[in-house]
């Protein structure tokens, strides 16, 4: 049976060289939380942003290369924001905040408000990133940025809204072909060696200088070109709600529901004991991400979300599967006797 999770392969004869181009945008997420905050808060070096307690790694390594300080608020069980404690950290004065739309099922736009009555003077920036279908204003926010690399198979580009009126480098970001090496060589049926050590040395290159300051390529804008969207959106909710019903027996729920009008990135459950249950899928050629690591250097600040960190599991239900690999991920769900962690903390 064919594997189930990791990233995109593409096809070379997908690419089409001559194809138009997009808008100058940077080449991923943190360039483009990078860039934000450069321009937004120019002057202001050394000032603090307001991050949620659970987010990914690279979120804080952005907000620490552009010259800021992290500070951190609570996300309730839901992943909505603690109104109580984001009121705490907007009273020390923050130059801004940023909220996360969660595997995209995340709609952040009354916490936004919120903060936008808090803390009047505060930038507020809307993290799209596992929601690339909303084409949409950002909710309120000042800023939203997304990333198109973690829902469709391209290499790069993150548009931020409204447009950065920053200069980027023409030239593609160096992870950028990386990335594309091994996503060919991954459809190719290459050794898993081979495209896996490709696709880790472009995961390696996010952090460069030059990727940080580079703009989305002409790869992504061809392959972009490509795409049904509309049709990869219907086709992740079918498979979220197949899902979703082939483990109610097993007592798993999503950790937000679905909303009809959204498109998830992911089905993300708290499981007791996940790492041996995210082995076990392994073994059975099913890779299902964990949301996320904690992040280094933040252990106390970030104690407050450590259960949420050790449980999560991200179910696979992109595009690439229908129905019956939905089922085949429910059956090795129960064969492996997941069970889900209800624990509040």
């Not at 940025?145 to 198979?153: E, G, H, I, N, V």
């Amino acid at each position: 049976m064919r594997p189930i999770g990791g990233e995109f392969e593409i096809s070379s004869a997908s690419l089409r060289v001559g194809s138009p181009t997009m808008p100058p945008q940077p080449a991923s997420g943190r360039a483009a939380l990078f860039q934000i905050l450069r321009h937004a808060l120019a002057g202001r070096a050394g000032a603090h942003v307001a991050l949620p307690r659970y987010l990914c790694e690279s979120v804080v390594h952005a907000v620490t290369a552009a010259g800021f300080i992290p500070c951190f608020y609570d996300v309730t069980r839901d992943l909505r924001a603690d109104r109580a404690d984001l009121s705490r950290v907007l009273a020390s004065g923050p130059a801004a905040v940023m909220f996360i739309s969660y595997f995209g099922l995340v709609d952040s736009a009354d916490d936004i408000a919120f903060a936008k009555d808090a803390g009047p003077e505060t930038i507020v920036i809307q993290d799209d990133v596992h929601s690339p279908f909303e084409r949409r204003d950002p909710t309120g926010a000042h800023y939203a940025f997304t990333s198109l690399r973690k829902a469709l198979p391209v290499v790069d580009g993150a548009p931020v809204t409204p447009r950065l009126p920053v200069p980027l480098d023409a030239s593609p970001a160096p992870f950028s072909f990386a990335k594309l090496a091994g996503a060919f060589a991954k459809h190719a049926r290459a050794p898993d060696g081979a495209f896996l050590r490709l696709l880790a040395d472009g995961e390696q290159m996010l952090d460069l200088a030059a990727s940080y300051s580079g703009a989305m390529s002409w790869m992504s804008a061809s392959l972009l070109a490509s795409l049904d969207l509309d049709d990869i959106a219907k086709q992740r909710r079918e498979n979220f709600r197949t899902l979703e019903a082939a483990i109610a027996p097993l007592g798993l729920e999503s950790i937000v529901p679905l909303d009809g009008r959204r498109v998830p990135l992911f089905l993300p459950v708290r499981v007791q004991d996940r790492d041996r249950v995210r082995r076990g899928l392994a073994a059975r050629g099913m890779f299902c991400p964990a949301h996320w690591p904690r992040p280094h250097g933040h252990d106390d600040a970030l104690a407050p979300a450590r259960r949420l960190y050790d449980s999560e599991l991200s179910l696979i239900i992109d595009q690439r599967y229908d129905g019956s690999d939905m089922e085949r991920i429910a059956e090795a769900l129960r064969d492996l006797d997941a069970s889900s962690d209800r624990t509040e903390a």
